[in-house]
């Protein structure tokens, strides 16, 4: 989805401090509220005091949103390069349009995983069936930055159904195992490099230890965690250190996603462009503005500029 606002970022290289301490938690991030053309996201990566975690370069929790009937999320083609998108919805349906030709609706429990590459151009409305009447919207956008070996590869469009994502159970708590490995279990998600993604969904007073990764941290979509000494309230991320055998606890019921992976290094970003090089984010940023990206196939006839 895009950022829709100019988010000119210097290069950043993400800190691997190693804690002195026992702490688990390192850093708590209060999410920031954005519009987006009707409806509002909390913008949780990046921010000042942390660029990324492992290859997560971007966290929006969109909603949960309430559209009356007629209404709906509505953004129009717009470009992304040398990055993968997710989108993962609790809540609603999305339709997903690019300019591979993919027309896919996006529903609760799927993974829709868009890697831009060299270049892509997509687009996210909804279907006519679900404006017709009142709805909710509520779920994940993320992005991740592709190795640079990888950023320029072709772009692709991969969709996974809920059914094909593993569900484990972990000290009785139901968890999906949505990118990367974790508790026995693997997804059949395509990733680049070590990417971790979990959901799970505790009640009051149940745990779950973290997965190992190099860089790991949870966010809450709903309810309040606690680890170690440090309260997670709802709508916060808590980068987590690298302290062994770390377990998070429901204060409240919870639903929460803990995502991490490899370090990757230096990144730029600017506006919906993710890249290790600024001279390539001139570049598309030119190209968006000459309209020479690829069209976004049955919907060629509207786009979003590029921001001054």
Same mark, same amino acid.
């Given at each position: ?143 991740? $930055?592709?190795? &640079? ?5 072709? *772009? ?5 159904? /809920?059914?094909? @994502? !593993? ?116 570049? $598309?940023?030119? &190209? ?5 990206? *690829? ?5 060629? /006839?509207?786009? @979003? !500029?590029?921001?001054?």
């Amino acid at each position: 989805m895009s950022t829709q606002a100019r988010n000119p970022e210097e290069a950043f290289e993400q800190d691997c401090v190693k804690p002195s301490g026992c702490k688990s938690v390192e850093l708590l991030i209060e999410p920031r509220d954005r519009d987006l053309g009707g409806f509002s996201v909390r913008r949780v990566l990046p921010t000042t005091q942390r660029r990324m975690v492992g290859p997560w370069i971007f966290f929006d929790h969109m909603g949960p949103a309430e559209f009356a009937a007629g209404d709906g999320i509505n953004v129009r083609p717009h470009p992304h390069i040398n990055l993968a998108t997710v989108t993962y919805l609790f809540e609603g349906e999305i339709l997903h349009r690019d300019s591979l030709g993919s027309l896919q609706p996006i529903r609760p429990g799927d993974v829709n995983l868009m890697v831009a590459g060299r270049g892509i151009t997509h687009s996210e409305r909804e279907r006519p069936e679900v404006t017709k009447t009142a709805h909710r919207l509520h779920g994940l956008q993320l992005w991740l $930055a592709l190795p &640079e070996a990888d950023e320029e590869i072709d *772009p692709a469009f991969y969709h996974y159904p /809920d059914d094909d @994502i !593993p569900r484990v159970e972990v000290n009785g708590v139901p968890t999906r195992v949505i990118m990367g490995s974790a508790y026995e279990a693997t997804s059949p998600v395509k990733v680049f490099a070590d990417t971790l993604y979990v959901e799970a969904h505790l009640r009051a007073g149940q745990s779950i230890p973290v997965p190992d990764a190099d860089e790991r941290a949870v966010y809450v979509a709903e309810g309040e965690l606690s680890a170690g000494d440090t309260k997670i309230p709802e709508y916060a991320m808590a980068v987590l250190s690298d302290k062994p055998d770390i377990e998070l606890t429901a204060t409240r019921d919870s639903r929460i996603a803990i995502v991490g992976g490899e370090h990757l290094g230096k990144r730029y970003m600017e506006w919906n462009f993710v890249s290790s090089r600024r001279e390539r984010i001139e570049q $598309a940023k030119s &190209e968006w503005k000459a309209q020479t990206f *690829p069209k976004v196939t049955g919907d060629e /006839d509207e786009f @979003i !500029p590029m921001p001054e």
